[in-house]
């Protein structure tokens, strides 16, 4: 029963996290900006990538070891890892006064930490 929740949020969840990852491997800080991801502004361009990066390697890890059941612990601890970014990308869109950021950002957490729960167990 709850497959027919989970597969839907871990798939709207690696899809959302492979974007984001892809976008901040690629773009510079100014598109992203521009693009709407107005958290990456102020922050060095390395660690841009490198959270591009760990969403990118995240997302894969929502999907993958469950699905083809090859270590499957590593998607509760993806999505544990995902929920970990939220917090500290709430804090920069609060600073920034962007409310409708921070409330996805709590969405994108909770959602993430339902995810892990339910694949623990």
């Known amino acids: 029963k709850m497959n ?3 597969c839907p949020l871990q798939i709207f969840m690696a899809f959302t996290f492979m974007y984001s990852g892809i976008c901040k491997s690629y773009f510079s800080i100014q598109k992203l900006v521009a693009r709407g991801q107005t958290g990456v502004n102020g922050l060095p361009l390395w660690f841009v990538r490198f959270i591009g990066i760990t969403e990118i390697l995240g997302a894969v890890g929502l999907i993958l070891p469950w ?3 090859i270590y499957p612990v590593l998607t509760p601890i ?7 970014i939220m917090p500290f990308a709430g804090v920069i ?6 409310t409708k950021n921070v409330l996805t950002n709590v969405i994108v957490f909770v959602i993430c ?9």
């Open 4 to 6: 027919i929740i989970l």
């Open 67 to 69: 699905l083809l059941s």
């Open 78 to 84: 993806s999505a544990i890892c995902l929920a970990f």
């Open 93 to 98: 869109h609060y600073k920034l006064k962007e």
């Open 113 to 121: 930490l339902v995810i892990a729960y339910f694949r623990v167990r």
